[in-house]
């Protein structure tokens, strides 16, 4: 049970690391963001779980 438990808080820990990089990478100018290969600012039409 716990090894789940740890699995599912790894899992969110993760998600939250990756939101904020995201956050911060779109927080940076246009052309940095065309530099760097960053996907255009577009809402996904899908709920995604972090497991």
């Given at each position: 049970?716990?090894?789940s438990l740890n699995r599912i808080?790894?899992?969110?820990?993760?998600a939250s690391?990756?939101?904020c990089t995201?956050?911060?990478l779109n927080?940076?100018?246009t052309e940095i963001?065309?530099?760097i290969g960053w996907p255009d600012r577009t809402e996904?039409?899908?709920i995604r779980l972090p497991f």
């Open positions: 049970m716990f090894k808080r790894a899992a969110f820990a993760q690391k990756r939101r995201a956050r911060e927080e940076l100018p963001q065309k530099d996904p039409d899908e």
